[in-house]
């Protein structure tokens, strides 16, 4: 049996493929054809997907991608996140010496371009303080520069001259453009902006050599005043953090003895600047004078757990929990608040979507057996608050619920309520339920209404001739065919509510409101955009996996919107 | 041929809208009476001398989100910005903000003191320019005093049920409650924002506000207060001080001030970046004009707000309607102003996520 279905293969092989008219094998020649009609297809519904795909898709991917975005710290202390990597924290110490001149000069680079109190503002999310900290130390960073300056000035007053010292810096000879790009790929990562283009400045590789810190400070101000300021780096007076490298260089053994010997330009400069002979700047004790939470091991640890260009910190937060040294631990009970809000969304949103079939269905029922006439002027009642502005809706229920509103107060004039004891239907879960109910009851009876008109009343009738009781009839002939409908207005409705904000903000006190209100929050005030960006991603992938699991169970193919 | 007719003229047309928006600038404020007194003292006073037509957008709740998201996208559509104190200060902290030289922008008192020091310490961030000093305080019904029993004029009433029973209003956030919390659990003044620091002292102002919170109404909006106090569905509740002046001199509500440690807070202007040259230099002269001394006192007139500037105090004059002396009705007044208490806004900017974090979670459960 084997053998004659082997061998019948064999002869296809040896016969070769089939072949078009025009000697291209038949498969392939099909194939193309097939690919052509898919690509006219395509080409006909691109400009509706490159439209969704603009205005709708990237947007949300944009947004959502911040819940993991977090380049801001390696942008912004490049240099020291480097050094940072081999410090310990659970020693208890601050870090070293190296680590705190890194940050100076990060730093400086970092108020001139206003981007430090932008990190700051992203740091204190995690760890409490560190915003004023660093827009106070921005504000200090000249003092440092400034105490080296003036003993320079005071031995040769050029060296506090713009042109004088890009003299100096340029030397003769080769350059260092490995120093050069570098600084211009750094800056370019600090401040968004091309650093690309003709700088008016080159750091001579000699000099560099000599005066690496120096150098290197020096490229930053060039850089920076020539690409963002606009101005030619010589007709400037260098930035205090240059003269803070020079005396740092200086004080470096051995740089004194090689200047001595140095014939470049400016090389009278250097030397008067090396007979001052400054002391080695003491950064970690700069930083402490600033503010003594710079010796804080929490600050520090919660800038290197931060270092990576990519976090889960915002979705640990997200559900209660935190990224600690120590690797991620839950929040403390007081700051809870996430997963309960969740759940929260979850169970008031179904029962939201339950009291709407509850209400829908005798509505979407009449709507679709009454006489034409009238079920058009039922229908014009189910449109009209659809109409009518959210906001209004809302209020409006506000001044039904409260309790001095209208509902107690008929209720207290009829004698069934103390006045005393007035009932609270408002600022609370009952209050966002109601009121949500009512919003989105015509996306309930909607979908329902049209499915209803499609059953024929002869089925019912049929039933009941074969002698089934009204309720039968209806339980096993009539509701079988509406739940399509049920389907799709419990999709709309669920989904619906599962992102409401303004009306559980408005009437639901604190026991009534959604994550999203929590998502508004973060996007519009705390501006803590990773958080609500994870928050929401969490949302539509909850979303999506109920989708999934109502296909699942119901199967999205008996789900109708209209007949 | 008329294709091309046509484009031209359309393009001619765009040339001169563009033209035409040159002579005008969007403002951001408020809305509501707030913005209308801008409008009075203001807006129509500058339009009347440069020609320049003001659109208003009541955008300043979100004023912070969108216009970091307008940065972003490298489209600022707004010229002057309405923002509070700490609004301003975020602004300058992520760069939307300008940063200003108010000798050189603004004008100088009429007796010559230069514009920093008439403002003096109100110039709470390089990026803001004060307009006015408002205060967080409380309103009550009066006629929901009990009988027998003083009304309150003691922020510590506001904790006190047996003797005050009733709804209370508080805002739905840390800021305030937890320093007036405090203030009514013992602590000095001068020690609410160290006491504030610690964990003890964040559960000792949650415990006082426990003690309330099964009979307070959280508000989100400055108008919520007003509303609930006019309906009768709280007996006192905190708001700013100028929506309770309308409720009571405008409305003529049942109503009563309480001034006892009112938070002081600024508003004022920021200009933001990313303007063009032309729109900037329209921004700083719409500035220069908008908060000398004697519009920053013709505001008073319309709102009872006090102005920022030293030298416009004295020049507060009657309600342009009402016709009754505004001073009295200023948060600065020093009769409202014997116990007060200014918003701290460095302290606020490094703890208000931790705080908020917990004030919220307290709020849930």
């Not at chain 1, 079920?375 to 009518?388: D, E, G, S």
């Not at chain 2, 998201?69 to 602004?91: F, K, P, Q, S, Y």
């Not at chain 2, 209370?168 to 007036?180: G, S, V, Y």
């Not at chain 2, 610690?198 to 109404?217: C, P, S």
Request: aromatic residues 10%.
């Amino acid at each position: 049996m084997t053998s004659t279905s082997d061998s019948s293969a064999e002869q296809a092989a040896a016969s070769g493929p089939m072949l078009a008219a025009d000697g291209t094998p038949l498969k392939k020649s099909i194939a193309r054809a097939l690919r052509m009609q898919k690509l006219r297809a395509l080409a006909l519904i691109a400009p509706l997907l490159i439209f969704i795909l603009v205005t709708f898709i990237a947007p949300i991917a944009d947004m959502l991608f911040r819940s993991v975005e977090n380049q801001i710290v390696s942008t912004t202390l490049p240099r020291t996140i480097t050094t940072l990597e081999g410090w310990d924290g659970s020693a208890g110490e601050a870090p070293g010496e190296d680590v705190f001149a890194a940050l100076y000069y990060d730093m400086f680079v970092a108020a001139e371009a206003k981007e430090h109190t932008k990190l700051g503002t992203r740091l204190n999310y995690e760890q409490t303080g560190i915003s004023s900290l660093f827009r106070k130390s921005g504000r200090k960073l000249d003092d440092l520069g400034k105490d080296y300056q003036k003993p320079f000035e005071k031995a040769a007053k050029d060296l506090g001259d713009g042109a004088a010292f890009h003299a100096l810096m340029t030397g003769t000879g080769p350059s260092d453009s490995a120093l050069l790009e570098s600084t211009r790929a750094r800056l370019e990562a600090l401040t968004g902006d091309s650093m690309a283009g003709e700088i008016g400045f080159a750091p001579g590789a000699e000099i560099s050599a000599l005066l690496p810190l120096t150098a290197a400070a020096y490229a930053d101000f060039a850089v920076f005043t020539a690409r963002v300021d606009g101005d030619a780096p010589a007709d400037e007076d260098p930035w205090e953090a240059v003269y803070t490298a020079l005396a740092h260089d200086l004080a470096t053994p051995g740089t004194i003895e090689k200047i001595a010997s140095y014939t470049g330009p400016g090389a009278e400069l250097l030397q008067a600047a090396a007979d001052v002979a400054p002391s080695l700047p003491d950064y970690r004790a700069f930083f402490e004078d600033v503010d003594e939470d710079w010796l804080d091991v929490a600050n520090w640890s919660t800038i290197q757990t931060y270092a990576p260009n990519y976090t889960s910190g915002y979705f640990l937060n997200a559900i209660d929990m935190q990224k600690t040294p120590d690797g991620t631990a839950l929040r403390d009970d007081d700051e809870r608040i996430y997963i309960m809000l969740f759940k929260r969304t979850m169970f008031m949103s179904l029962v939201i979507t339950f009291s709407c079939i509850l209400l829908g269905y005798p509505v979407a029922w009449l709507l679709a057996n009454l006489p034409m006439r009238t079920a058009n002027l039922l229908m014009i009642l189910v449109l009209l608050p659809f109409w009518t502005s959210l906001l209004v809706r809302t209020s409006a229920w506000k001044v039904m619920l409260q309790q001095q509103g209208v509902i107690n107060d008929v209720l207290v004039w009829l004698g069934l309520v103390e006045d005393t004891a007035r009932l609270i239907m408002i600022n609370n879960q009952l209050g966002t339920i109601i009121a949500m109910t009512h919003i989105l009851l015509p996306f309930m009876i909607l979908p329902l209404y049209s499915v209803m008109q499609t059953i024929p009343p002869t089925y019912l009738r049929a039933a009941k001739s074969l002698g089934a009781t009204n309720w039968t009839a209806f339980w096993r002939v009539y509701f079988p065919q509406s739940i399509p409908g049920i389907g799709a207005g419990s999709i709309l409705v669920f989904i619906l509510a599962i992102g409401y904000y303004i009306t559980p903000e408005i009437v639901g006190g604190t026991t009534g409101t959604f994550i999203s209100n929590r998502i508004a929050y973060h996007i519009s005030s705390s501006l803590n955009w990773g958080l609500g960006a994870a928050l929401g991603a969490i949302l539509l992938a909850a979303v999506l996996l109920l989708y999934w699991c109502y296909d699942q169970i119901v199967g999205i193919d008996n789900v109708k919107l209209g007949g | 041929m008329k294709l091309t007719t046509a484009l031209l003229a359309t393009s001619a047309l765009v040339v001169s809208a563009g033209v035409a928006s040159a002579q005008s600038m969007t403002i951001v404020s408020w809305g509501g009476a707030y913005s209308a007194s801008q409008k009075n003292a203001y807006h129509d006073p500058y339009s009347e001398k440069t020609g320049v037509e003001i659109i208003n957008d009541d955008s300043s709740a979100e004023a912070v989100a969108k216009l970091r998201a307008m940065n972003e996208a490298g489209n600022v559509t707004w010229d002057v910005v309405d923002v509070v104190g700490a609004d301003a200060i975020r602004l300058c902290d992520e760069g939307l903000a300008m940063e200003i030289d108010h000798d050189e922008v603004l004008a100088a008192a009429p007796d010559g003191t230069s514009a920093s020091d008439d403002f003096g310490d109100l110039i709470v961030s390089d990026c803001f320019v004060p307009q006015i000093v408002y205060s967080t305080t409380f309103g009550y019904r009066t006629d929901m005093v009990p009988a027998g029993v003083e009304a309150p004029n003691d922020i510590c009433d506001v904790f006190d049920l047996e003797t005050y029973p009733g709804k209370r209003a508080l805002e739905k956030r840390p800021i305030n409650n937890m320093e007036w919390a405090l203030l009514c659990s013992g602590v000095a003044k001068e020690d609410v924002y160290d006491v504030l620091e610690t964990e003890d002292g964040i559960a000792m102002a949650l415990a006082k506000l426990d003690t309330i919170k099964d009979q307070t109404i959280w508000w989100s909006a400055g108008a919520d207060t007003p509303q609930l106090l006019a309906d009768g569905e709280i007996f006192m509740g905190s708001t700013y001080n100028g929506r309770l002046f309308s409720l009571i001199e405008e409305q003529g509500q049942p109503v009563g001030m309480m001034w006892d440690a009112q938070v002081f807070d600024l508003d004022g202007w920021i200009v933001p970046t990313g303007l063009s040259e032309e729109r900037t230099k329209q921004a700083m002269d719409y500035l220069f004009f908008a908060t000398d001394t004697q519009r920053l006192a013709d505001q008073a007139k319309y709102i009872s707000y006090g102005p920022a500037r030293a030298s416009s105090a004295p020049l507060v004059g009657k309600h342009a309607s009402l016709g009754i002396d505004m001073a009295p009705h200023m948060p600065t007044d020093p009769a409202n102003a014997a116990n007060t208490f200014l918003f701290n806004y460095e302290w606020w900017a490094d703890y208000r996520d931790d705080l908020d974090a917990k004030f919220q979670a307290w709020l849930a459960q």
